[in-house]
C-alpha cells in the first residue's frame, strides 16, 4: 500500500494560524506530515509526501500528483491523508471549540469511510478528545476537493482547533505533537491491517 500524506496548505495561504501567531497551520502540518512519514518507514511501509514546497500548491495540482500515483499503483494500492487544523472561527479571536475530527468527501467510496474511521478512533485512543460530540458513523461527509477528486481512500483529518488556546498548547508540545502523529500512524496501520 502507497501511503500519501498531504500537508495542506502554504506558507502564502492566507489566515490559517493561531491569534496569537504562535501556530501556523502550514508549519504545523509540514511538521505533523514529516514525522508521520517518518514514523512508517521507519516501520517498513511505504510512504511519502505529495507536497514537499512550502508554499501552497493548487488542490488541482495536489489531486493531479496523488491520481498519477493511482494510475501507476492502482487505487486499491493507495491511500491519501490530508494533514490540517481546524479553526471555529476566521482567526482572530480565541473560541471554545476544541477536537479531532476525520473528513470524507460526499461522494466518498466504503474505503474513504473505512479509513476515517480507523483514523478517527486512533485520534481518540491517543487523547484527542475534544469537547464535541463524535458520529456513530466516525466520519463527517463535506465538499472537499482533496478527497472528492482523487481515485483512492481519501480522508481530511482536522487535528484540533488553531483558535483555541488549549488546543493550541497541545499541539505545540512534544506530547501534543506525538500524539497526533501517533494518531495517524496506527489509523493508517489498522486500515491496511484490515484491507490484507
Ligand atoms: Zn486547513
Known amino acids: 500500500?502507497?501511503?500519501?500524506?498531504?500537508?495542506?496548505?502554504?506558507?502564502?495561504?492566507?489566515?490559517?494560524?493561531?491569534?496569537?501567531?504562535?501556530?501556523?497551520?502550514?508549519?504545523?502540518?509540514?511538521?505533523?506530515?514529516?514525522?508521520?512519514?517518518?514514523?512508517?518507514?521507519?516501520?517498513?511501509?511505504?510512504?511519502?509526501?505529495?507536497?514537499?514546497?512550502?508554499?501552497?500548491?493548487?488542490?488541482?495540482?495536489r489531486c493531479r500528483r496523488v491520481n498519477a500515483v493511482c494510475r501507476s499503483l492502482g487505487s486499491k494500492n493507495v491511500l491519501l491523508v490530508s494533514v490540517h487544523n481546524n479553526a471555529a472561527g476566521s482567526g482572530g479571536q480565541w473560541l471554545s471549540a476544541r477536537g479531532f475530527s476525520a473528513h470524507v468527501s460526499l461522494n466518498a467510496s466504503d474505503r474513504s469511510k473505512r479509513l476515517a474511521k480507523c483514523l478517527w478512533q486512533a485520534?481518540?485512543?491517543?487523547?484527542?478528545?475534544?469537547?464535541?460530540?463524535?458520529?456513530?458513523?466516525?466520519?463527517?461527509?463535506?465538499?472537499?476537493?482533496?478527497?472528492?477528486d482523487t481515485l483512492c481512500a481519501a480522508v481530511l483529518t482536522e487535528n484540533l482547533f488553531q483558535d483555541n488556546r488549549e488546543d493550541v498548547a497541545f499541539l505545540l508540545s512534544e506530547e501534543g505533537k506525538q500524539a497526533v502523529t501517533a494518531a495517524h500512524v496506527q489509523g493508517i496501520k489498522t486500515f491496511i491491517k484490515q484491507n490484507q
Open 123 to 148: 485520534a481518540l485512543d491517543n487523547g484527542l478528545r475534544g469537547n464535541r460530540s463524535v458520529p456513530a458513523e466516525m466520519y463527517l461527509a463535506q465538499n472537499l476537493a482533496m478527497c472528492r
Open 1 to 61: 500500500m502507497k501511503i500519501l500524506i498531504d500537508n495542506g496548505h502554504g506558507v502564502d495561504t492566507a489566515g490559517k494560524r493561531s491569534p496569537d501567531g504562535s501556530l501556523r497551520e502550514y508549519s504545523y502540518t509540514r511538521e505533523i506530515a514529516r514525522r508521520i512519514v517518518q514514523a512508517l518507514t521507519a516501520e517498513g511501509f511505504d510512504a511519502e509526501r505529495i507536497v514537499t514546497e512550502e508554499e501552497d500548491i493548487s488542490l488541482r495540482e
